[in-house]
């Protein structure tokens, strides 16, 4: 979801893991030398979307690296499956709040969150249309005060055992 951390505990847990980060939005601005913003409201999101899956193939064959994927990625092109075959997915679900606080006090631009509804109603209605894709996540964790270190604390669990 928007607001839930994945850029800031990508990063966080990539050091721990002594691998590469990468956000694939900067990836899609890179290849479409455009911003993500520029790209909603000039092409539209459909053509997101096909650059969206463009940057992730770009970047599946790549080892050791842990990515922060934008909150629709594995929505379309059966992209979840696809980042499932490849690595370890997680789902980041802190409480509806606490995405709503972290998304007002963050001065980027979310396309997708701009309107005139309440932007609490936009998080619960994007939530109920991607959920079913998001619990796919080999991993979910629905905590607001969540760290690297419980992530990799979860992740080399499972591998033990």
């Known amino acids: 979801m928007p607001g839930a951390g994945k850029s800031t505990l990508g990063k966080q847990l990539a050091a721990l893991l002594d691998r590469s980060f990468i956000d694939l939005d900067d ?5 479409m030398d455009m911003s993500i913003a520029s790209i909603f409201s000039d092409l539209g999101e459909s053509q997101f979307r096909v650059a969206e899956e463009r940057a992730l193939e770009s970047i599946m064959n790549e080892k050791n690296l842990v990515v922060a994927t934008g909150g629709g990625t ?5 992209n979840m499956e696809r980042m499932k075959s490849t690595g370890i997915t997680i789902f980041l679900n802190p409480p509806m709040a606490t995405l709503v606080s972290r ?34 996540a080999s991993f979910i964790f629905d905590q607001s005060d969540l ?15």
């Not at 990836?27 to 290849?31: F, L, S």
């Not at 980027?108 to 894709?133: A, S, W």
């Open 27 to 31: 990836v899609i601005e890179e290849q």
């Open 74 to 78: 594995p929505c379309y092109f059966h």
């Open 103 to 136: 998304i007002k006090n963050d001065p980027k631009p979310r396309p997708k969150l701009e309107g005139d509804d309440p932007l609490q109603k936009i998080l619960e209605h994007t939530l109920h249309e991607r959920g079913q894709f998001y619990r796919m």
């Open 147 to 161: 760290t690297a270190e419980v992530i990799l604390g979860k992740l080399e669990g499972k591998s033990q055992g």
